[in-house]
């Protein structure tokens, strides 16, 4: 059994990541940053809430929101980890320089070693060499002084990357899994800045998404690493503007995810569906519209459209026109019945509405009646990321 390093030992340590994969190094990198993210929460500076601060927090949680989305993206999937390690050598330069900054403003030493932590946890995932293994460690040591000095349990950071490094060698998934901290009262000043940062802004537009997103890493209940690859990967020109437009942007792949929950259960009911229709086990493609049995014809439009609305949420630039006309024919579709109740429909609606009105609101009605709730919750998480994709 390999036998775990004790991290107080930095040649040990050093050693033992050498014989073990880049993604081991990156997801303790990302834990020890996230354990002391706390003392970067806190009035580290004169105006908390000036812009400069502001930026800085945006920077370090970029940087460690980066490491994480690397540390547990499939080793199959390379271009996102070939985008991940850009973006985290994109956050790692805005974390360098929020450190160095912090270094020279914050009154305390912890908000200092805390900021050099979640710059490492950045340059961990922007190389697969053993200079990202340097860089783990190097987070650890930060994350073990930053938590000394807010009189919290040193030690106890030390163990508690321990830990993740054991379980990270099955899984780094299941890291994640675990809460940062094993016993909270250890690090009590720790705890009692995140408690005081998620009170203040929890349901601050601009920051919210972010308690949420620390709150699922500190209780080991972590968001969607799907979705948060996705805020990780957003441009770099966005990240620029500053924490208001990234907040408008994490809105729209917070939408974008909603409909994609929707999306994806009555796809593959359709799929069945049509399946069905030519025999058990039957994987060909549904006849043309016109050659299907008027019964048929209102449920492959409002397949086609549910198909068409997936596609476009899995497109890195969406075409809103195509969103547009997918909404307007699903709306089309249940006022064609009688069981459209979101008001006027627009004039692409309304003319889709004239044109499926030719089957019968009875034809039309018994072909979707099964799948009325779903089209009711899909058109309305689409028209809430149609709203966020419009200029």
Not at 62 to 67: N, P
Not at 116 to 134: G, I, V
Not at 135 to 150: D, F, I, P, V
């Amino acid at each position: 059994m390999d036998e775990l390093p004790d991290f107080s030992d930095e040649d040990e340590v050093e050693a033992w990541f050498e014989k073990h994969p880049v993604e081991v190094g990156i997801t303790v990198a990302a834990r020890s940053s996230l354990r002391v993210l706390p003392a970067l929460m806190g009035n580290f500076a004169p105006k908390a809430r000036s812009g400069k601060v502001l930026i800085w927090r945006l920077a370090y949680f970029r940087a460690i929101c980066v490491s994480s989305a690397a540390a547990v993206c499939p080793a199959a999937e390379t271009a996102t980890k070939e985008r991940l390690a850009s973006a985290a050598l994109s956050s790692n330069r805005s974390a360098g320089s929020a450190a160095r900054s912090a270094a020279r403003s914050a009154a305390r030493s912890a908000a200092r070693s805390a900021a050099l932590s979640a710059r490492s946890a950045a340059e961990s995932a922007a190389d697969s060499s053993l200079s990202a293994r340097s860089a783990a460690l190097s987070a650890a040591r930060s994350a073990y002084s930053a938590s000394r000095s807010t009189g919290s349990a040193a030690r106890s950071a030390y163990s508690a990357a321990q830990g993740d490094a054991g379980l990270a060698l099955a899984s780094c998934f299941a890291v994640f899994d675990r809460p940062l901290w094993p016993d909270n009262a250890a690090v009590q000043e720790l705890a009692q800045s995140w408690a005081d940062y998620k009170a203040a802004n929890k349901d601050d537009p601009i920051w919210g998404f972010w308690v949420r997103w620390y709150h699922g890493l500190w209780t080991g209940q972590p968001l969607d690493w799907d979705l948060t690859t996705q805020v990780a990967l957003i441009p770099d020109d966005v990240w620029a503007k500053g924490p208001a437009a990234v907040a408008d942007a994490i809105r729209e792949i917070e939408a974008r995810f909603e409909l994609k929950k929707e999306l994806i259960p009555i796809e593959a009911d359709l799929a069945r569906s049509f399946a069905t229709r030519g025999g058990i086990g039957d994987n060909n493609p549904p006849e043309a519209i016109d050659d299907l049995p008027d019964t048929s014809k209102p449920l492959e439009i409002v397949w086609e459209a549910i198909k068409e609305l997936l596609k476009q949420t899995k497109a890195n630039v969406p075409d809103i026109e195509k969103v547009k006309t997918a909404i307007s024919k699903l709306a089309a579709i249940l006022a064609s019945c009688g069981k459209w109740t979101g008001g006027k429909l627009d004039a692409a609606a309304t003319e889709y509405a004239k044109e499926f009105g030719k089957w019968g609101a009875r034809i039309t009605s018994a072909s979707i009646a099964a799948y009325i709730f779903q089209i009711e919750a899909v058109l309305a998480a689409a028209k809430e990321w149609l709203a966020l994709l419009l200029p």
